[in-house]
Structures are given as structure tokens and as C-alpha cells.
């Protein structure tokens, strides 16, 4: 995670970025806000039980005949793969056909060394009423706004977690703007 420390919030150009930094619950104080991308059930030390994710297990074949024509295919049998890529025919990846072939294994995140990719939705839907009292017991905590895949429980694309959140930060701001001083917001 990379801590954002808001020296002055008047000025961008005061903003420090510290990289390989672990969140530990007592940085909270140092901070007027934080806005925490971290699993939302592990801040809380899995309190109503921990919330579910499937991950991915990448397996790399590096001589295999790849006879389509597209770079992607998705598998729609039981068996253990759900796709396979050849990433020399995607644009700018380079390579030769055949010889960078990645297939992908679905599993828990568990079997995966606790990487969290996406959110489960089952029929019954318990992961997400597990995921909504976490979303209660956060909002005791008026420093701090969970954001992102973990910290809303939620799979985004890349566009669609950028636009969340600047649009958290935004509102964040302008309430800011008109609790601190409103000079710093034109
Ligand atoms: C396999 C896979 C393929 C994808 N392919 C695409 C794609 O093709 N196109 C696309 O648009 N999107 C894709 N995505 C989605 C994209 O990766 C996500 O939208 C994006 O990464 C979500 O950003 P985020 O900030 O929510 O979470 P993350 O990128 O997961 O960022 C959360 C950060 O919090 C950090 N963190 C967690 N816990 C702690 C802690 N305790 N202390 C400190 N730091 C912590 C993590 O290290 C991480 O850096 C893919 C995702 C996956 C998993």
C-alpha cells in the first residue's frame, strides 16, 4: 500500500508517497483521514468471519502449439483451466506463437498465498450480508473510508476503481473544503 501523507492539504505538491509500507491500526492517528485499500474484514481482525475470494493460479508453458487465431480462450468444461493465453498475439507483448502460453487455475485465495482477486457472489448471497456489517462497523470509524476491491468488497476494472475513487475523494474534499476553510478549495 502506498501511504499518501497529506503534509498540508492546501498543496499538492506536499503530498509524500511511501512505498512497502504495512498499515498498522496505530497509523491511523497520524493521519486526518485515511482512505484504506486494504481487505476490509482483515482491519477488523475477520470479526463477522473472514470474506470469501477466488484467486488465480497461473501456470506458464514455454513450447505448446497454439492453434487459434486469437490470443484468449476460455474453456467451458469442468476441467481444472478456465482460459489460455498466448501473449505474443496481443499487440506490443512481442514473443514468438506457442512459445508463452499461460493457462489459469481458478482456486481459493487461500491455496494462493492469500491473493484476493475476486469477490464471491453466491446464490444466497451471504458473502455480500457478511461484507455489509463490515460496511456497518466501518462507518463508527469517521477517520477512515474503505476503498478499492478489498475495501468495498467488490471486483472493479481499473477504470472502474480509478473513477470510484476520485469520486470518493472528491466528495471527501469539497465536505473537507467546507469544514477546514473554503480559501483551499477554489
Ligand atoms: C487476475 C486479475 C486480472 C485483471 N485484469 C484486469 C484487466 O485486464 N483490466 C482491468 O481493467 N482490470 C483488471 N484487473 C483488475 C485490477 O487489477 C483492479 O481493478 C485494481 O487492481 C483494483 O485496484 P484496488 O486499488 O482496488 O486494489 P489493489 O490493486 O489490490 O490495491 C490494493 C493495495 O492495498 C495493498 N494492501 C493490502 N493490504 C495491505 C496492508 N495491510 N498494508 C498495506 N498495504 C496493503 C495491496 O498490497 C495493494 O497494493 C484484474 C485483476 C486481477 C486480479
Known amino acids: 500500500m502506498a501511504i499518501l501523507r497529506c503534509l498540508n492539504a492546501c498543496s499538492i505538491t506536499n503530498i509524500e508517497v511511501q512505498l512497502n509500507t ?13 482512505f484504506n485499500s486494504m481487505p476490509i474484514d482483515e482491519y477488523f481482525e475477520n470479526e463477522f468471519g473472514p470474506l470469501p475470494y477466488r484467486s488465480i493460479k497461473f501456470e506458464h508453458r514455454f513450447d505448446e502449439t497454439f492453434d487459434y487465431s486469437v490470443p484468449t480462450v476460455n474453456f467451458t468444461d469442468t476441467d481444472k483451466y478456465t482460459r489460455k493465453t498466448a501473449w505474443p498475439l496481443y499487440p506490443g507483448c512481442g514473443g514468438i506463437v506457442g512459445k508463452h502460453v499461460t493457462y489459469e487455475i481458478p482456486c481459493s485465495y487461500e491455496e494462493n498465498n492469500m491473493e484476493r482477486y475476486y469477490p464471491i457472489k453466491t446464490i444466497d448471497g451471504w458473502p455480500q450480508r457478511r461484507y455489509k456489517q463490515y460496511e456497518e462497523l466501518a462507518k463508527s470509524k469517521d477517520n477512515m473510508t474503505f476503498i478499492g476491491r478489498c475495501g468495498q468488497y467488490i471486483y472493479y476494472d481499473m477504470h ?3 473513477a470510484n475513487s476520485l469520486s470518493i475523494a472528491k466528495n471527501m474534499f469539497s465536505l473537507l473544503a467546507n469544514k477546514w476553510s473554503p480559501s483551499w478549495s477554489k
Do not use: A, L
Not at 498498522?24 to 485515511?34: A, I, L, T
Open 22 to 34: 504495512v498499515f498498522e491500526n496505530d497509523m491511523e492517528n497520524q493521519y486526518s483521514h485515511v
Open 160 to 162: 472502474q476503481v480509478v
